[in-house]
């Protein structure tokens, strides 16, 4: 009976404190905010943005994403992904020696453009940060105005794209930046890894990667992805606990957009199988992407036009403007 009683008691205080444990902080005890299935990791809020922060850390260090005393152009659209990689380089800036210049571009969407560029004017005015704008409708290439172009509006997202590249690209160059700056993320990374495999695009998928050299021209200035190892549900976490303030609608274009599902497909996916968002973008660099090394384009020629880099004679942008130009005599 005794034995039995002992038995009986060591189960109850086992059970108290696995009770004890759950809802708490791993590394605290704290009350915990969130579990990390994927790193079977319970943490509190500060933690949490501890370890949120150490991630990006890290990405930066393992593949030297930034050196000593250089100028970051930060890409920063008012979306959470961009505001919180905006957030999380203010913070290392100082001690990691690199200085910020914040660039946004107004694609003249209404009821939505306003509002983005609003809070990124708000970000940087609070952190007193230097903010580059580049307005589509000053080169009468407005979103709204190529979507009401029948031939063209199919194609929007490929389209935006194209003017976010170029633009992008020419401000951080025009500005004097080392290195550019986007919010891609962990989930962009896999999404974009099956988009490449979908359409055979293995230049893309060499590109695939958390900095891009890529071709070399004097105008190309080096892309850096701080975020590619970090998935958006931790990053919408981030944004909360920070009091970031984002735009929190889609674009109103977006819907329907390939893009989209694969990126709902994965995260079903990862709900069921823990780390596989992540393991399928480090296995890729680690076991396949090397083996793409022949897709690594050497040098780029110059667009005619603009003088901007150009595999071909004309940007696709100072195509894409021509183009918009014809439509709009006829
Ligand atoms: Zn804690
Ligand atoms: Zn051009």
Redesign the pocket.
């Known amino acids: 009976m005794k034995v039995l009683g002992q038995v009986k008691k060591s189960v109850i205080l086992g059970i108290i404190s696995v009770i004890m444990r759950v809802g708490r902080c791993k590394l605290c005890g704290r009350r915990m905010i969130v579990h990390l299935r994927y790193a079977n990791l319970s943490l509190c809020e500060d933690h949490f943005i501890n370890f949120f922060e150490n991630r990006v850390l890290r990405t930066i260090k393992r593949y030297k994403l930034l050196k000593d005393n250089e100028k970051v152009a930060v890409a920063v659209s008012g979306g959470k992904d961009s505001i919180v990689l905006l957030h999380v380089l203010n913070k290392l800036a100082k001690d990691m020696n690199f200085s910020l210049s914040v660039l946004h571009i107004d694609l003249g969407i209404s009821g939505y453009s306003n509002r983005c560029r609003e809070l990124v004017e708000k970000y940087v005015n609070e952190y007193n940060l230097e903010l580059n704008l580049m307005n589509m409708n000053s080169e009468d290439l407005s979103i709204d105005e190529i979507a009401s172009i029948k031939k063209l509006n199919r194609k929007l997202c490929s389209i935006c794209g194209v003017i976010k590249r170029?633009w992008l690209n020419r401000m951080a160059y025009e500005i004097g930046a080392d290195k550019l700056a986007t919010g891609h993320t962990l989930d962009d990374a896999d999404q974009i890894l099956i988009q490449c495999l979908i359409s055979g695009d293995m230049r893309q998928l060499y590109k695939l990667y958390p900095i891009v050299y890529s071709a070399t021209h004097p105008k190309l200035v080096t892309r850096i992805r701080p975020l590619f190892e970090s998935p958006e549900e931790d990053i919408l976490l981030y944004a909360k606990i920070e009091g970031l303030e984002f735009i929190e609608r889609p674009c109103p274009y977006a819907s329907g957009a390939l893009s989209l599902d694969i990126k709902k497909l994965l995260n079903e996916i990862e709900s069921r199988h823990p780390n596989t968002k992540l393991s399928i973008y480090r296995n890729f660099v680690k076991k396949i992407r090397y083996l793409l090394d022949v897709y690594s384009e050497g040098e780029i020629g110059t667009?005619?036009?603009?003088?901007?880099p150009?595999s071909v004679g004309?940007?696709?942008?100072?195509?894409l403007?021509r183009r918009v130009l014809e439509y709009r005599k006829r």
Do not use: L, P
């Open positions: 170029y667009c005619k036009i603009c003088g901007f150009s004309e940007c696709s942008y100072c195509r403007k």
